[in-house]
């Protein structure tokens, strides 16, 4: 599978989506130790007149690499200044600055001196992508109005809770600017209706293609599916050492859970999925590559996983769910509960949260049933809420084992933290999932043309790319 081709995102999570989408991100779970060892002999820096060590180049690249090359000068292609022009649209050291602001806004990130300059050229690179998109929406004669740019310019703003005239104030305030949101909202609506008009006119799918993978559902049916997502790094064998290094780093930071996992997959990622947080959706092991889908199968909900040595480059996983195919999930079973939530004083230091979750305990050990949780909770001073439709799956994972072994009418244990308190919840009910039903043809339809309409755009991405001429300034 190559990584350009992924699971289509849908054109509803246009708007925005680097920036808006980071919003509902959930934390990450500690990650797995790497799977897999970094390359060998993988060159050091190159200096003037270096040579590099004995390299093996595969006989696909046509490219007639010598085996024992020298490098001449100190040129590192990787170092970008933040200054390009892009078939004579100029982009600016301050529009740079701006969306490494937004980018930071918007996901609430204290980015660190190295983490800035990192983050810069991964933006510089978008916004020469983002200006040849709309550069080749213009030559379709697509252009957005300023009326539609500021209808979904206020549409953000209502999505941050703040008028227009608020988030202007906000975007500033962030080192940012209304003109850089406005800029990346023009780039993927221009993109998507060039899709639209150039592109997904002539994708078709056939019936015999649809009933295909129906009888291949059919068959896999009680198989296992894994919600994954993914960043990807290409490398080639020159750079293989530098590239596993760099995804190293980038599992570290995961791990700190300072961002989200879609955060980092949106700035660092190589694959198309790259807008869409790395999402590869629901898939079977069976169409990933043989090292993904190893990993997938060992992994526990909740995992991050990686550097995996994939075919040309390196993979990050992450596990954000599991089902079997056609086959109903207990975790899709809703439940009625009652939450019990004491808090603490402001304050309040370890050892005293402690000691108010041990009371906590007991008293909810003395539950008899759902009809006792209002009479309970006055005695300590706790605070109920009722919710009759949390699916197991929506809970946290911890949380999520502890469900499906409860009993109605029984407590899970106590959890929480000396900042919000602690809090339990109670079994009042549970409906069962459902069976799980076989998506009907026009589904499928609309899944397969989405896939076909984004490889097609990343192959137009690719070509747009390789004719434009850029001048780093």
């Not at 060590?53 to 200044?81: A, E, H, M, Y």
């Not at 202007?168 to 209304?178: A, K, N």
């Not at 780039?187 to 056939?206: K, T």
């Not at 069962?432 to 192959?459: D, M």
Request: contains cysteine; hydrophobic residues 40%; neutral net charge.
């Amino acid at each position: 599978m190559k990584h350009d081709v992924r699971l289509a995102a849908r054109s509803s999570r246009v708007i925005g989506a680097v920036v808006l989408a980071a919003l509902a991100a959930s934390a990450i779970a500690q990650s797995a130790p790497p799977q897999s060892a970094p390359p060998q002999g993988a060159p050091g820096q190159a200096g003037s007149g270096q040579t590099v060590q004995d390299q093996s180049v595969p006989d696909n690249t046509g490219l007639d690499i010598p085996t024992n090359l020298q490098i001449f000068g100190k040129l590192d292609p990787n170092v970008r200044k933040p200054t390009a022009i892009v078939n004579d649209t100029v982009i600016t050291g301050t529009d740079v600055d701006q969306r490494v602001a937004l980018v930071a806004m918007a996901n609430e990130a204290k980015l660190s001196p190295e983490d800035r300059e990192r983050l810069k050229l991964q933006v510089l690179r978008q916004l020469i992508d983002e200006t040849l998109q709309i550069q080749e929406a213009k030559t379709a004669d697509i252009t957005i109005t300023p009326a539609e740019l500021t209808q979904s310019y206020d549409g953000v703003s209502k999505r941050f809770n703040r008028t227009p005239q608020a988030m202007r104030v906000y975007l500033r305030e962030s080192g940012s600017s209304e003109r850089s949101l406005k800029r990346q909202i023009e780039g993927e609506l221009a993109w998507q209706r060039y899709l639209r008009r150039r592109v997904e006119p002539f994708v078709n799918v056939g019936d015999e293609e649809v009933k295909s993978i129906i009888d291949r559902l059919q068959a896999a049916k009680g198989t296992d599916e894994f919600n994954l997502k993914e960043i990807y790094l290409a490398a080639t064998p020159a750079n293989s050492q530098q590239v596993y290094t760099n995804a190293k780093q980038i599992l570290q930071e995961i791990q700190k859970g300072a961002q989200p996992f879609e955060y980092y997959a949106r700035q660092f990622s190589e694959a198309s999925t790259r807008a869409v947080g790395g999402d590869l959706g629901w898939i079977r092991a069976a169409t990933l590559p043989p090292p993904l889908a190893e990993a997938a199968t060992t992994m526990q909900v909740g995992q991050v996983a990686g550097p995996i040595e994939v075919a040309g480059g390196y993979s990050i996983l992450y596990l954000t769910d599991k089902r079997q195919v056609l086959t109903a999930d207990p975790r899709d079973a809703k439940l009625s509960l009652k939450q019990l939530t004491l808090k603490f004083p402001p304050n309040t230091n370890q050892a005293q949260a402690a000691a108010r979750a041990q009371a906590f305990a007991k008293a909810t050990q003395e539950l008899r049933g759902c009809g006792t949780v209002e009479k309970v909770a006055a005695g300590i001073g706790a605070e109920v809420v009722d919710n009759d439709t949390v699916r197991i799956r929506d809970l946290p994972p911890q949380l999520q084992e502890i469900m499906l072994k409860l009993q109605v009418g029984q407590s899970t244990p106590p959890f929480g933290s000396a900042e919000q308190g602690v809090r339990a919840l109670v079994l009042c009910g549970r409906d069962e999932a459902a069976g799980g039903s076989l998506p009907n043809s026009e589904q499928i339809q609309g899944q397969l043309e989405q896939q076909r309409v984004n490889l097609r755009a990343q192959q137009k991405l690719r070509d747009l790319r390789r004719d434009a001429v850029v001048d780093y300034r």
